[in-house]
């Protein structure tokens, strides 16, 4: 089957986790990618987090599928002359080294745009170019502090919170995509490439839209009628901390189910949404709530939103969290059930589906990972095992034209 991205051919310089989520991503969808590693090392997400002695760590596997492994020494004048040829023929750099990285190593947009003006050069980086920052490295954490989420989740009487979703990471490597996918695109008018440039800080605060949207709410009016905090308590002149309410105008929160005092994932999420009200009164058996003026409207509830949310525990006691939901998406109302990391490896719906796959790799044998989570009606991303440190070096090299002499030389002087 061909697929959207076939003849695309990229070069994966990119390392931990916001480089390689984008470039998995296009290589499920077709693009050849070859990921560049430094020999006798390669990415260091090879080597952290180890669970299988001498087998390279899930935190790489999952995150290098479908690509082939090129080691080159890019610092070594041979090394360099290997990837300009490579540069030379194809259509898109993806990089996510330390600011000035790639400059250092000879390599600047401007030499990059020369060796090949079709080409695509996509960075992640911790902040945008010209930023009071641009000189920092950054991880996960530090961006999910910088772009706003921190500040903006956990308890109003806990510290700042760091999200497990990798909105630093994994999501500043799907905008990136995005920014590929649309300079291709672009390129098919222009026949140009263009430098394509991604910072964490930004997309984190793109994921963070709504925050900003309650600051600037916060400051015209002095309160946010959606947060715990309204009307009981009080609020300064930030966007504070809301818990586990819902960020949009329907109330919610993670309430407790049967075995919750063992169990702490026990939990289901309950929305009250404006139209569900009535359905919900019936669900709860409090057929009485629904014309009460005290609780007819969103407005006249939000008072006592949190002895409504006990009602509902106390509906919800003798319930499990599946069994809950099961009751309640009968009255249509939008809840789940807080799903745990092993629920969800088995969760025979994401199997189906492709969203969690089972991977044969040569030295692990089969191991688990998040395969696409965009379905299409005419392409099924099949997702297959991550290379082996420098595995395609020959294959990409004789690609190049070098001759079995040349790759001989080549690793004599430790270039590959
Ligand atoms: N051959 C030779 N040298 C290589 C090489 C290769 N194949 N691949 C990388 N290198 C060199 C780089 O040129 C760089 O050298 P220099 O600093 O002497 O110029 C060096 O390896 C290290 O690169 P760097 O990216 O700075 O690594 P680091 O481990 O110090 O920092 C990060 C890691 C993630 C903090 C940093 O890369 C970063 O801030 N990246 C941008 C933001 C980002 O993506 N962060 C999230 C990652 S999930």
Redesign the pocket.
């Known amino acids: 089957m061909t697929k959207p991205l076939d003849g695309i051919r990229i070069i994966d ?8 989520a984008c470039t998995q991503l296009l290589a499920w969808f077709g693009a050849d990618v070859i990921k ?4 006798g090392s390669g990415d ?1 997400t090879r080597n952290q987090l180890r669970d299988i002695p001498d087998a390279d760590a899930l935190y790489f596997t999952m995150l290098n599928s479908n690509k082939k492994s090129l ?6 004048p041979e ?1 360099k002359e290997v990837l300009e040829k490579l540069i030379r023929e194809s259509d898109v750099l993806v990089e ?7 400059d ?2 000879g390599f600047s947009w401007e030499r990059l745009n020369e060796l090949n003006p079709k080409m695509i050069v996509a960075s ?3 902040f945008s170019d010209g930023h009071h920052y641009d000189d ?5 954490n530090v ?1 999910q502090c910088a772009g706003g989420a921190a500040s903006t989740t956990g308890f109003w009487d806990g510290p700042p919170t760091i999200s497990a979703a990798a909105l ?2 994994s999501n ?1 490597g799907m905008h990136l995509a995005i920014g590929i996918l649309t300079a291709l695109l672009g390129r098919d008018k222009t026949g140009k490439g263009q430098k394509v440039a991604v910072s ?1 800080q930004d997309s984190v605060l793109n994921l963070c839209r709504v925050k900003l949207r309650d600051q600037q709410r916060l400051e015209r009016v002095g309160y946010l009628e959606e947060y715990p905090q309204y009307p009981h308590g009080e609020f300064s002149d930030v966007v504070p901390r809301g818990g586990n309410a819902g960020g949009g105008g329907q109330p919610g929160w993670v309430l407790k189910c049967k075995g919750w005092e063992t169990d702490p994932n026990a939990y289901i999420y309950f929305t009250i949404q404006g139209h569900a009200w009535e359905p919900i009164c019936k669900a709860l058996g409090k057929p009485e709530w629904i014309d009460d003026p005290a609780y007819k409207t969103a407005e006249a509830r939000q008072p006592h939103i949190f002895e409504i949310f006990k009602t509902i525990e106390g509906w919800l006691a003798d319930k499990t969290k599946f069994e809950a939901v099961d009751i309640l998406r009968k009255f249509d109302i939008p809840c789940a059930p807080v799903l745990t990391m092993k629920e969800l490896a088995n969760d025979p719906s994401l199997r189906a589906s492709g969203t969690i796959v089972e991977v044969q790799h040569k030295k692990r044998g089969s191991y688990l990972t998040v395969g696409s989570p965009i379905k299409f009606s005419d392409l099924k991303p099949e997702v297959t095992a991550s290379p082996l440190l420098g595995e395609h070096t020959e294959e990409v090299l004789a690609s190049l034209g070098y001759s079995k002499q040349d790759i001989f030389n080549l690793r004599e002087v430790k270039a590959v």
Do not use: C, I, S, W
Not at 13 to 20: D, I, L, N, Y
Not at 136 to 140: G, R, T
């Open positions: 310089f990119t390392h931990v986790q916001a480089g390689p560049v590693e430094r020999p260091v080691t080159l020494d890019t610092k070594k090394g996510n080294f330390g600011p000035g990285a790639l250092r190593m992640v980086k911790g920092l490295k950054v991880y996960e961006a630093g990471d500043t964490m």
